[in-house]
């Protein structure tokens, strides 16, 4: 448990900020749909419920990745690097 802790206090790379971000605002979005004081058409109100399940997701999975798993740009140490030859 407080590896999971741990995950969401380490820093979050920026493309995922900007993804928690996005998905904050579809949840939200889709909050503001399935509570509206009107009566809204079903596919509407079907729609805000997509909107609120995808923006959680992307939001969690936005929140516990942290720096050390983005490996853009990261060079490994030894063995294959794809292109068949061996350092």
Known sequence: ????????????????KVLRNIGLIMAGVGTVLLTAPVSLPAAVVTLGGYLVTA????????????????A????????????GNSP
């Open 1 to 16: 448990m407080s590896e999971i802790i741990d995950r969401v206090k380490a820093p979050t790379p920026k493309f995922f």
């Open 72 to 83: 853009i740009g990261e060079k490994k140490e030894g063995g294959s690097d794809g292109d």
């Open 55 to 70: 923006g959680g997701v992307a939001t969690a999975v936005s929140q516990i990745t942290n720096i050390s798993d983005d």
